[in-house]
């Protein structure tokens, strides 16, 4: 690989990340996914002075969305 397309391919993935940045801020204060760590089976326990989140049912969910979203992309992708 020579310098030219690494050059590219960094600014690409600076492009993105940027761009995965500023959708993420966006979704924040859209106030869309206020719910995600506090669903029914997301473990909070609440100290003194600490609190410690463990979001396994959240995790699951976003598991199954991007899984049934990027099956989609790729049977588009592979169709004939």
């Known amino acids: 690989m020579d310098l ?3 050059g590219r391919l960094l600014l690409i993935l600076g492009i993105a990340i940027a ?5 993420l801020l966006l979704l ?13 089976g997301d473990i909070r326990i609440e100290g003194q002075g600490f609190t410690c989140l463990i979001p396994i ?7 199954v969305v991007l899984t ?3 099956n989609i992309i790729i049977r588009l992708i592979n169709r004939p």
């Open 4 to 6: 030219q397309n690494l």
């Open 68 to 70: 049934i979203v990027l």
């Open 57 to 63: 049912v959240s995790m699951l969910l976003i598991s």
């Open 28 to 40: 924040g204060r859209s106030g869309l996914f206020g719910s995600f760590g506090s669903l029914p």
């Open 19 to 23: 761009v995965v940045g500023a959708l």
